[in-house]
């Protein structure tokens, strides 16, 4: 079965820092792979997709994510954080044999003035 | 266009009572989904549909049940609730193809007493 991982419960950083948070996923044939942040008390919001062939993928509000194949990662970076940032960050997959959307356990994101 | 609404946005049950959320969604969606999110454990889907008449088992099913008689709607039912079910309750829909991203609606806020 398809599935991803998010090592990291939070990742903590300054405003205007590089950001990073890392997504790994197990996946036969194709990933079809997706970000999603959750503001406090929203819903899930779609960020980015994998597109197949590009391995660097931009997104909404300034993230991007970048394809790895060979280190089987997806991890979604932003250049320069900010405050408004913090949230939580969830990493997705489909699988690709039932149409599932497996989500991955989240990764909370603070971003520190 | 109201994308994706969930009712009601909280309740509070008794165990043992029942009851059925009612996701609708109006972007002609094949695709829905019921997830919960619990803390530490991210989102878990319950079930799902591919497609008006269908329904299918995600990684939680057990104490619930759907329906998907009309195209725009899913439903989730408890038929006696327990207090492991309090949680929030996410409906989603997306379009058909494996890269087609989900939109989500704002939550329902289950407790069980």
């Known amino acids: 079965a398809q599935s991803v991982a998010q090592p990291e419960d939070q990742v903590n950083v300054a405003e205007g820092n590089p950001l990073t948070v890392k997504c790994t996923y197990s996946v036969s044939g194709n990933p079809y792979l997706f970000w999603y942040v959750q503001y406090p008390n929203r819903g899930l919001q779609f960020l980015l997709k994998?597109?197949?062939?590009?391995?660097l993928v931009k997104g909404s509000y300034g993230f991007e994510a970048e394809f790895n194949k060979s280190q089987t990662s997806f991890h979604l970076k932003k250049p320069s954080a900010l405050v408004s940032d913090s949230a939580l960050y969830f990493c997705?997959?489909?699988?690709?044999?039932?149409?599932?959307?497996?989500f991955g356990t989240g990764t909370r994101l603070q971003v520190f003035p | 266009n109201a994308g994706v609404t969930q009712t009601p946005k909280f309740r509070v049950l008794k165990t043992g009572q029942s009851m059925t959320l009612l996701c609708a969604q109006d972007m002609n969606h094949e695709y829905m989904y019921w997830y919960r999110q619990d803390p530490g454990m991210g989102l878990r889907l319950i079930h799902y549909s591919v497609g008006e008449g269908t329904t299918a088992k995600g990684e939680v099913p057990d104490g619930y049940n759907v329906s998907r008689l009309k195209k725009q709607n899913f439903l989730l039912g408890l038929e006696s609730a327990a207090p492991s079910q309090t949680s929030v309750y996410f409906c989603?829909?997306?379009?058909?193809?494996?890269?087609?991203?989900?939109?989500f609606g704002q939550g329902t806020r289950l407790t069980v007493v």
């Open positions: 994998y597109i197949t062939g590009d391995n």
């Open positions: 997705a997959v489909r699988d690709y044999n039932t149409d599932k959307l497996i």
């Open positions: 989603a829909s997306g379009g058909v193809g494996r890269n087609t991203e989900a939109f």
